[in-house]
């Protein structure tokens, strides 16, 4: 029997309600893209990404051959590149590039994931192992008296957010929020927040349909759009974690051209060995390997895949720290 495959070379890691795994998966559907998927637990350990090996934490992370790249910033923008075949959804003029750019730094570097996971049902943190596995988390304890004590201040947060885009983005009755005909990069970076809030069940009385009808059809048209476009290409490849292992080992590099910058105020020269991790929180996941790349916006690194040679494992500069291992 034929061992499995992953389609294009892609395999995703992630689980099913991950609000940023579903930036991805949306990202692929509307583009065409097939890919496998090796479905992951929401808690750690994570075995799966050990038999690679990755140290990092968050989900979704995508492997293109022996590629991995980490945070859904960075794993946009790399399929925007990767496929040039197919049609694009990024922003094309530089005007409408500002605006999706801005609101990626808000909404993924901003306070906003922080504040509406303050909002999840209190059943999901009574959970002892959620609570555990997220403990120092945007500061959080994750306890639910504490849930409950900053329930207020996070929906007059969230509420004020639907007010900026009711009002303002798509005050002038647009359908997408640089306008077009279709679902562009721009409303993949604006939307995921209110996808993941209105799942929770909030306040009728304050934020629902009635008080905010442009944003909820708005949201209306986004999840029919994914729908459409998840209907007309094949469901992904689902893998098991030693069958992804495997693809991935088992591929060659996708992406092969990289250098350190020279001026890079780092200091860090090609081939040292260093650790990348982020910055916030999860730090104490830490994938080490030799220096491959370094750019304004990017950091890759070799790591050694027990054996199986190297794999490369890409990350953000923002939110990400990177040490040279031995230096002080």
């Not at 303050?118 to 120092?136: H, I, M, T, Y």
């Not at 890759?300 to 490369?312: D, F, L, P, T, Y």
Request: aromatic share 10%; hydrophobic share 40%; glycine share 10%.
């Amino acid at each position: 029997m034929a061992s499995p495959t992953a389609p294009n070379n892609i395999v995703l890691y992630n689980y099913e309600f991950s609000p940023f795994g579903k930036r991805i998966t949306t990202y692929l559907a509307l583009r065409g893209i097939d890919y496998a998927v090796c479905q992951q637990p929401p808690t750690m350990p994570r075995p799966d990404l050990a038999l690679l090996p990755i140290a990092y934490r968050r989900i979704p992370i995508l492997a293109l051959g022996r590629n991995i790249y980490l945070d859904t910033r960075l794993i946009l923008r790399k399929l925007e590149t990767l496929f040039p075949s197919c049609p694009k959804l990024g922003a094309t003029n530089p005007q409408d590039l500002f605006v999706q750019q801005l609101l990626q730094k808000y909404m993924i570097e901003g306070p906003v994931f922080g504040i509406a996971a303050g909002l999840v049902p209190l059943e999901v943190v009574r959970d002892p192992v959620f609570s555990a596995d997220r403990q120092g988390m945007f500061g959080k304890t994750w306890s639910e008296e504490e849930l409950r004590e900053g329930r207020g201040e996070c929906l007059s947060y969230v509420r004020g957010m639907f007010e900026w885009f009711e009002e303002g983005v798509l005050g002038d009755g647009r359908m997408w929020v640089v306008g077009g005909e279709g679902v562009g990069m721009t409303d993949i970076e604006a939307i995921w927040p209110f996808d993941f809030l209105t799942d929770m069940h909030l306040p009728p009385d304050l934020i629902s349909p009635k008080q905010y009808p442009k944003v909820y059809a708005w949201l209306a048209r986004y999840r029919a759009a994914r729908e459409q476009a998840s209907n007309l290409v094949p469901k992904p490849t689902v893998l098991d974690g030693q069958a992804a292992a495997n693809c991935i080992l088992g591929s060659e590099l996708a992406e092969t051209s990289n250098s350190v910058d020279e001026q890079d105020p780092l200091g860090l020269k090609q081939g040292v060995e260093v650790e990348v991790y982020p910055a916030d929180w999860g730090s104490e996941y830490r994938d080490r390997g030799r220096l491959v790349g370094l750019s304004v916006d990017e950091v890759v690194i070799a790591v050694e895949s027990k054996g199986e040679g190297k794999i490369w494992v890409h990350a953000p500069r923002t939110g990400f720290k990177i040490k040279e291992v031995g230096r002080k």
